[in-house]
């Protein structure tokens, strides 16, 4: 009678008799345990997709286009640069282009900017922008925690169907002759079948006894098969080491005797008394958890607490700020060495200054809201341009399509951000003052020289003349 870790296979049935199995198992891959990946540089975009990233830089630019474009439409938009003059020759827009994408880019980043849209379609494109950016941040943060602070583990294979195509370069084998070996021999399934060409074309990879499997597993990258059994065994003691995948197959260990002996029937008797009343599961749990070193792996499993964030976290934050902020110092210094030349040539011409995983799925409501409005806000300013040059047109009696093709000339022309005032209002109020003004200066024209004479001191001079002579 033999009683050890001996597999029931029908080869060793045709030799001698077995109980009824006293504990079940199956072929499983010994592997060691996923390794955590190292943060990436730019982590901290990963809450979204590169979808959306994209979808969220065509929209900023969408948008500024749109500020840019309705603030030179609506007349509201256009001030007075100097309020002290009240008829202005000129008039300015402080949406310029760059302008435009500060203050995009200012909403983005919940900072704002000095800059307050004053006509109702610049006003409906900032209001649906500030919408669209305030639920797109708040899904970025709730996000961004658990991107930063939770470590994804990697792992090559992950079944059967990854180890056979060699997937991570994962080389494999088992014990040479064992139960094992044999299953993969004879079995009909395409992918076991593989293995089993692979183990026989590379004999270096297979090992005289199961240790040597396992301490393969340790050093270098492969994967050993074996029985499930002995893998949680050593899962227990060795704790760079796991389980990977489910069970290739289903057998038991049995304890082995001469055919037809008499006392089977009684072992197999006892063997299920001890199951029901769970006395094997007890010794299971004695042997392979408690004793001989069992269960050293059982506390490392549980890693409770926040970690702090290291430098390899937030290494891409740190990066944004400082190329920002050597790219501001090298700007500041092209800006200074370009004023210093136009100082020196007296080149009073201004130089031209250069502007520099959620899915989309989750997020298309927000693009759409962002669209209508800004949809919405264009028709307004339309409407409310082609009205603006219709009555300036029938106020100053001229053509409506002459005014309007002037109109879209300018805008067409996408530089300035001041214009000409074509039809100032200054008929009557010019000549009056303009005659309270003439009589102002004529009355201080006046010399000393044009003054009427004061007669009353040559009076007195000739009546003490005549006093004298009497």
């Known amino acids: 009678m033999g009683i050890t870790d001996l597999t029931m296979t029908s080869e060793r049935e045709s030799g001698v008799d077995f109980t009824i199995p006293f504990m079940n198992l199956g072929i499983a891959i010994l592997f060691r345990k996923p390794m955590k ?46 309020p002290c003059i009240e008829e202005p020759t000129e008039l300015e827009n ?11 880019i200012g909403a983005l980043l919940q900072q704002g900017s000095e800059l307050a849209p004053k006509a109702f379609s610049t006003r409906a494109v900032a209001a649906s922008w500030w919408f669209f950016t305030l639920i797109l941040v708040s899904s ?17 294979i992950n079944d ?20 094992t070996f044999t299953f993969f021999k004879d079995a009909k399934y395409p992918t076991y079948q593989k293995m089993y060409e692979f183990m026989k074309d590379n004999p270096e990879f297979m090992t005289n006894s199961n240790q040597e499997g396992v301490d393969r597993v340790e050093n270098s990258n492969y994967a050993f098969l074996m029985e499930s059994t002995t893998i949680e065994y050593i899962t227990e003691r060795r704790c760079t080491l796991t389980q990977v995948g489910a069970l290739l197959d289903e057998k038991g260990y049995g304890i082995a005797m001469r055919k037809n002996w008499p006392y089977r029937d009684v072992l197999s ?45 937030l290494g891409g934050v740190y990066l944004v700020m400082f190329v920002g902020a050597f790219f501001g110092i090298f ?18 011409e201004e130089p031209d200054s250069d502007a520099s995983s ?6 298309g409501g927000v693009y759409l809201v962002m669209f209508v409005g800004s949809c919405f806000a264009s028709v307004y300013g339309l409407i409310n341009g082609l009205l603006s040059v219709f009555w300036t047109a029938r106020e100053n009696k001229v053509n409506f399509k002459d005014e309007l093709l002037d109109e879209l000339r300018f805008i067409v022309q996408c530089s300035g951000n001041t214009k000409a005032v074509k039809y100032p209002k200054n008929s009557g109020s010019d000549s009056h003052s303009h005659s309270r003004g003439s009589s102002k ?12 004479e004061d007669h009353s001191v040559a009076e007195v001079q000739v009546v003490k003349e005549k006093r004298g002579k009497k």
Do not use: H
């Not at 540089?41 to 630019?61: A, C, D, I, N, Q």
């Not at 286009?65 to 001030?79: H, K, Y």
């Not at 200066?441 to 009427?452: Q, Y």
């Open 37 to 82: 990946e190292p943060p990436k540089l730019f982590s901290f975009m990963s809450p979204f997709s590169g979808e959306v990233w994209l979808w969220l830089g065509l929209g900023y630019m969408g948008v500024s286009i749109s500020m840019f474009v309705l603030g030179r439409m609506s007349p509201a938009e256009w001030d007075n640069p100097y």
């Open 269 to 313: 008797q006892a063997i299920l008394e001890l199951q029901e009343q769970g006395v094997l599961t007890k010794m299971k749990t004695k042997w392979w958890k408690e004793k001989r070193g069992g269960g050293a792996c059982s506390d490392s499993d549980d890693d409770s607490g926040a970690l702090a964030l290291e430098i390899s976290n």
């Open 358 to 363: 959620l899915g989309f799925a989750n997020l």
């Open 140 to 156: 970025y943060t709730a996000n961004l925690a658990a991107f930063l602070t939770v470590e994804s583990l990697v792992t090559p």
């Open 441 to 452: 200066s004529k009355g201080s024209s006046l010399s000393v020289d044009s003054l009427p």
């Open 94 to 104: 402080q949406f310029s282009f760059a302008n435009c994408l500060w203050f995009s």
């Open 160 to 179: 059967a169907d990854d180890l056979s195509k060699n997937k991570g370069g994962v080389n494999y084998g088992a014990k040479t002759g064992g139960s």
């Open 331 to 348: 700007v500041s210094l092209l800006e200074m060495l370009l004023g210093v030349k136009d100082r020196s040539s007296e080149n009073k």
